[in-house]
């Protein structure tokens, strides 16, 4: 499992996981403590900062949208006191062109794990971030004002299966989209597929009446949050009067 700084920072939530035996590699911010080998509670960033340079290894985290994320790796075993089978690892990514550049992960695993292994966990992560980042941008997950979780849930919804259409539709063979006679062009993006389907498939053309409707509607629903924002706001006031 692997999550950002959000979630690694909290002490409590990492010591969850080791008692369920759920093996770990999360962000922390370089101000976080560890239990040395020594026994002594040092922050990550002095722990790295006197590792030798051969101790750095480049390896790819895997591949991005410019080809494979290389940057320069190392790893330094952390807490003595452990269970048995199992191992703990203060994990440093530093950047390639900028040595000061470096991001630290606290990592929880089976003891034979390989520094190889945490680099391709940690990696893991941005293909998750940008499943969403996509789905921002593709298929509007985040471009909802909603007051209830059922709005909110059936919105999320909606755009998650819009994306999972458009990932599944991207992936379909190319001989199939007769793009095996486009010579030199890359393959096709989840952007591509949504501009392709809106061209050719939807191809859906409003009338007057419907454009005003939709208009009516949405300033409709504008007076009303507006109407909403300002009583919530008068009765916060009345309340820190008294």
Same mark, same amino acid.
């Given at each position: 499992?692997?999550?950002?700084?959000?979630?690694?920072?909290?002490?409590?939530?990492?010591?969850?996981?080791e008692?369920?035996? @759920?093996?770990?590699v999360?962000? &922390?911010?370089?101000?976080?403590?560890? &239990?040395?080998m020594e026994?002594?509670?040092?922050?990550v960033h002095?722990? @790295?900062? %006197?590792l030798?340079?051969?101790s750095?290894?480049?390896?790819?985290?895997g591949?991005g949208?410019?080809g494979?994320? +290389?940057s320069?790796?190392?790893?330094?075993?952390?807490?003595?006191?452990r269970r048995?089978?199992?191992?703990?690892?203060?994990?440093?990514?530093?950047s390639?062109?900028?040595?000061?550049?470096?991001?630290y992960?606290v990592?929880f695993g089976?003891?034979?794990t390989?520094?190889?292994e945490?680099v391709?966990v940690a990696g893991?992560r941005?293909a998750?971030?940008?499943?969403?980042?996509?789905?921002?941008?593709?298929?509007g997950?985040d471009h909802?004002?909603v007051?209830s979780y059922?709005a909110?849930?059936r919105?999320?919804?909606l755009?998650m299966?819009a994306?999972?259409f458009?990932?599944?539709?991207?992936? @379909?063979p %190319?001989?199939? /989209?007769?793009?095996r006679?486009?010579s030199g062009?890359?393959?096709l993006? +989840?952007?591509?597929?949504?501009?392709?389907?809106n061209?050719v498939?939807?191809r859906v053309?409003h009338? @007057? %009446?419907?454009v /005003?409707?939709?208009?009516r509607w949405?300033?409709a629903?504008?007076?009303r949050?507006?109407?909403?924002?300002?009583k919530?706001?008068?009765?916060?006031n009345?309340?820190s009067?008294?």
């Amino acid at each position: 499992m692997t999550a950002d700084e959000l979630y690694g920072q909290d002490t409590k939530f990492r010591l969850w996981l080791e008692t369920v035996d @759920i093996p770990h590699v999360v962000a &922390v911010p370089k101000s976080a403590m560890v &239990v040395s080998m020594e026994l002594a509670k040092v922050r990550v960033h002095r722990v @790295i900062a %006197e590792l030798a340079e051969s101790s750095w290894h480049r390896l790819s985290c895997g591949d991005g949208v410019r080809g494979p994320r +290389v940057s320069e790796w190392a790893a330094v075993e952390i807490r003595p006191l452990r269970r048995q089978g199992w191992g703990h690892w203060l994990l440093a990514r530093r950047s390639v062109t900028d040595p000061a550049d470096i991001a630290y992960y606290v990592c929880f695993g089976p003891a034979p794990t390989s520094l190889a292994e945490l680099v391709r966990v940690a990696g893991s992560r941005w293909a998750i971030e940008e499943c969403f980042q996509t789905a921002k941008n593709e298929t509007g997950l985040d471009h909802y004002q909603v007051r209830s979780y059922q709005a909110w849930y059936r919105h999320i919804t909606l755009s998650m299966t819009a994306l999972a259409f458009l990932v599944i539709t991207r992936q @379909i063979p %190319e001989k199939r /989209l007769c793009l095996r006679r486009w010579s030199g062009v890359k393959p096709l993006s +989840v952007n591509e597929v949504r501009r392709l389907w809106n061209r050719v498939v939807v191809r859906v053309a409003h009338t @007057i %009446e419907h454009v /005003l409707h939709w208009s009516r509607w949405r300033l409709a629903s504008q007076a009303r949050a507006r109407a909403s924002h300002h009583k919530r706001h008068q009765h916060h006031n009345l309340s820190s009067s008294y």
